[in-house]
């Protein structure tokens, strides 16, 4: 494991300032959904251990779940090889998607081997 | 599942053409890396099974594994609620990182529970 120093030594963030973070669910391993985060909104995560966003839409920081109850508890954060994806192994409360799904990636699949 | 009509009927992509994809191991569920298509990569991949994706950096499509062998044999693509992101479902060949690491997020990781 590694500091919180060299995690965000080895951060790049994009020209908007904002890097792209997986969500997964830390025991099933589910992949939850995909956000961004700024460096205020990186900062707060890893000061509270709840994963705190940053709105493209909205231009501001939201924590995960404030309105909702829906929060997650963010047990690890690791960077990619190249600093500019983000990790996140968290434990979801309720339902990570705005739908009310488990995850955001439960709606148009395609089956590629069914397909063949 | 879907049919890929109302997967590309789904897609979004950014203002430079680009879906982020997240690549999951389909077995083991390990989250191997993030990258972009353009929808020709998505449409390759969609008639190929194999990952096609977009590099930022070189402006052209690359065929995942095309040099090192290390291909990603897709199993299914699913979107988000949104659109605004892909979560593909693969079997990886060797490692999916350029490092020779299994994955890309084989790095710098802190431990929040650690930490507290």
Chains 1, 2 share one sequence.
Not at 7 to 24: C, D, H, K, M, T
């Amino acid at each position: 494991m590694s500091s919180q120093a060299e995690l965000l030594e080895r951060v790049r963030f994009n020209a908007s300032g904002l890097v792209p973070v997986i969500a997964q669910q830390w025991d099933s391993r589910e992949v939850l959904m995909m956000a961004w985060m700024d460096l205020p909104a990186l900062e707060r995560t890893l000061a509270t251990g709840e994963a705190t966003y940053f709105s493209r839409s909205r231009g501001e920081q939201w924590v995960k779940g404030a309105t909702s109850g829906h929060r997650q508890m963010v047990r690890s954060v690791a960077s990619d090889c190249d600093g500019d994806t983000l990790l996140i192994l968290v434990d979801q409360l309720g339902s990570a998607c705005h739908t009310g799904d488990r995850t955001c990636f439960d709606g148009v699949s395609v089956d590629l081997e069914g397909e063949r």
